[in-house]
C-alpha cells in the first residue's frame, strides 16, 4: 500500500476541496491513487459537499429538545426555506437536538457525536448535503441544566414539534410545583422569544459594554449644555431604560404589559409555593448574525440553462 503522504492529501484537497480528513480517508480506501480517491469522494457525496461549501447557508431550522432537568437547542442552516420543510431534513435536526443534551453546548463534541444508524453527525450533515443539494452547517449549540425546577421550551413559527425559526430555553431553579413552573416558564420562553433580552439581570451586563453605552449616555447628555450633576442624573435615567431593553428581570413581561418580569417571577414563587430564580436563558433566531448575500434569481436561472 502506498503511503498517504500530506503532499498526496494537499493534492487531492486542491482537486476536490473536500476536507483534510476526508481526502486522508479517501487515500487510505484506495491505497493512495488520487483518481480512483477522487471517485470515492464523490460516490460519498464528499466532493459535492464541498463545491458547496462556500455557499451562503442562512435558512434552515432551529432544534429545541429538553428532557427532565436539562434542554438543548441546535441550528442548522441551509441555503433555501424549501429544505426546512423537507421531512429528511426536518428529522436529522430533531436527531441532532436530542444528541445534543449530551454535548452540553459543546459544537465540536455534538459534531463528533454518534449519529443514529451510524457515523458522527458530522458525516451525516455531509451526506444530507450530497443527497439534498445544498450547502448546509451545523451552526452552534447551546444546553442548560437545573439542579431542580424546570427548563422551559418555546418554539416560534414551528414547522414541525421542537422544530422552528427562534428556539427559546429558559432555566427555572425552584422547589416549588412542577406543573406550575412549567406552565410560567413557557410564558417567560415566549417573552424572550418576542423581548430578545440580552441577559438575565444588570449584574449580568458585561462591564466593557456597561462603561461603552454609559461614554455615550454621558456626551449625548452634556450636547444638551446642561450642568454635571444634572447630565449624571440624565445619564442614570438612561441606564435605566438600557437596562429595560437588554436585561431580563427590567424588561416589561408582554404577557400582561403592566408587570416587571422580576416581579412576574416573583408572583410566580408564590403561586408554585416556593421562590423562583432565572438562572439562564438562550434565544436562537435562525440566521441572526449571517450576512445575506443578495441574489438576482432571473441570473441564476439563466445560468443554470447555461445562458
Given at each position: 500500500?502506498?503511503e498517504?503522504?500530506?503532499?498526496l492529501?494537499?493534492?487531492?484537497r486542491g482537486n476536490?476541496?473536500?476536507?483534510?480528513?476526508?481526502?486522508k480517508?479517501?487515500?487510505t480506501?484506495t491505497?493512495?491513487d488520487?483518481?480512483?480517491a477522487?471517485?470515492w469522494?464523490?460516490?460519498n457525496?464528499?466532493?459535492?459537499a464541498?463545491?458547496?461549501?462556500?455557499?451562503?447557508?442562512?435558512e434552515?431550522?432551529?432544534?429545541?429538545v429538553?428532557?427532565?432537568?436539562?434542554g438543548a437547542?441546535v441550528?442548522v442552516?441551509?441555503?433555501t426555506?424549501f429544505?426546512?420543510?423537507?421531512?429528511?431534513?426536518?428529522d436529522?435536526?430533531s436527531?441532532?437536538a436530542t444528541?445534543?443534551?449530551e454535548?452540553?453546548g459543546?459544537?465540536?463534541a455534538l459534531?463528533?457525536?454518534t449519529?443514529?444508524?451510524g457515523?458522527?453527525?458530522?458525516?451525516a450533515?455531509t451526506?444530507?448535503?450530497?443527497?439534498?443539494?445544498?450547502?448546509?452547517?451545523?451552526r452552534?449549540?447551546?444546553a442548560?441544566r437545573?439542579?431542580?425546577?424546570?427548563i422551559?421550551?418555546?418554539?416560534?413559527?414551528q414547522a414541525?414539534?421542537?422544530?422552528?425559526?427562534?428556539g427559546?430555553?429558559v432555566?427555572?431553579?425552584?422547589?416549588?410545583?412542577?406543573?406550575?413552573?412549567?406552565?410560567f416558564g413557557?410564558q417567560?420562553?415566549?417573552?424572550?422569544?418576542?423581548?430578545?433580552?440580552?441577559?438575565v439581570?444588570a449584574?449580568d451586563?458585561?462591564?466593557t459594554?456597561?462603561e461603552?453605552?454609559?461614554?455615550?449616555l454621558?456626551?449625548?447628555a452634556?450636547?444638551?449644555g446642561?450642568?454635571e450633576d444634572?447630565?449624571e442624573k440624565?445619564?442614570?435615567?438612561r441606564?435605566?431604560?438600557y437596562y429595560?431593553?437588554v436585561c431580563l428581570l427590567d424588561?416589561?413581561f408582554?404577557i400582561?404589559?403592566e408587570?416587571?418580569?422580576?416581579?412576574a417571577?416573583?408572583?410566580?414563587?408564590?403561586?408554585?409555593g416556593?421562590p423562583?430564580?432565572v438562572t439562564?436563558?438562550?434565544r436562537?433566531?435562525?440566521?441572526?448574525?449571517?450576512?445575506r448575500v443578495?441574489?438576482?434569481?432571473a441570473?441564476e436561472?439563466?445560468a443554470t440553462l447555461g445562458?
Amino acid at each position: 500500500m502506498a503511503e498517504i503522504t500530506a503532499a498526496l492529501v494537499k493534492e487531492l484537497r486542491g482537486n476536490t476541496g473536500a476536507g483534510m480528513m476526508d481526502c486522508k480517508k479517501a487515500l487510505t480506501e484506495t491505497a493512495g491513487d488520487v483518481e480512483a480517491a477522487i471517485d470515492w469522494l464523490r460516490k460519498n457525496g464528499l466532493a459535492a459537499a464541498a463545491k458547496k461549501a462556500g455557499r451562503v447557508a442562512a435558512e434552515g431550522l432551529v432544534g429545541v429538545v429538553t428532557e427532565g432537568n436539562h434542554g438543548a437547542l441546535v441550528e442548522v442552516n441551509s441555503e433555501t426555506d424549501f429544505v426546512a420543510r423537507n421531512e429528511a431534513f426536518q428529522d436529522f435536526v430533531s436527531q441532532v437536538a436530542t444528541l445534543a443534551l449530551e454535548a452540553g453546548g459543546d459544537l465540536e463534541a455534538l459534531g463528533a457525536a454518534t449519529y443514529p444508524g451510524g457515523g458522527t453527525v458530522g458525516e451525516a450533515l455531509t451526506g444530507m448535503i450530497g443527497t439534498i443539494g445544498e450547502n448546509m452547517s451545523l451552526r452552534r449549540t447551546a444546553a442548560l441544566r437545573v439542579s431542580q425546577g424546570v427548563i422551559a421550551a418555546y418554539v416560534h413559527n414551528q414547522a414541525a414539534p421542537g422544530l422552528g425559526k427562534i428556539g427559546v430555553l429558559v432555566a427555572l431553579e425552584s422547589a416549588g410545583d412542577a406543573d406550575k413552573l412549567a406552565a410560567f416558564g413557557r410564558q417567560l420562553a415566549m417573552h424572550v422569544a418576542a423581548a430578545a433580552p440580552q441577559v438575565v439581570s444588570a449584574e449580568d451586563v458585561d462591564a466593557t459594554a456597561l462603561e461603552r453605552e454609559r461614554s455615550v449616555l454621558a456626551e449625548q447628555a452634556r450636547a444638551s449644555g446642561k450642568p454635571e450633576d444634572i447630565v449624571e442624573k440624565m445619564v442614570q435615567g438612561r441606564l435605566r431604560k438600557y437596562y429595560e431593553e437588554v436585561c431580563l428581570l427590567d424588561q416589561s413581561f408582554v404577557i400582561d404589559s403592566e408587570s416587571k418580569v422580576r416581579q412576574a417571577v416573583e408572583a410566580a414563587g408564590e403561586d408554585a409555593g416556593a421562590p423562583v430564580a432565572v438562572t439562564g436563558f438562550h434565544r436562537f433566531q435562525l440566521g441572526e448574525g449571517v450576512e445575506r448575500v443578495g441574489s438576482d434569481f432571473a441570473a441564476e436561472v439563466a445560468a443554470t440553462l447555461g445562458q
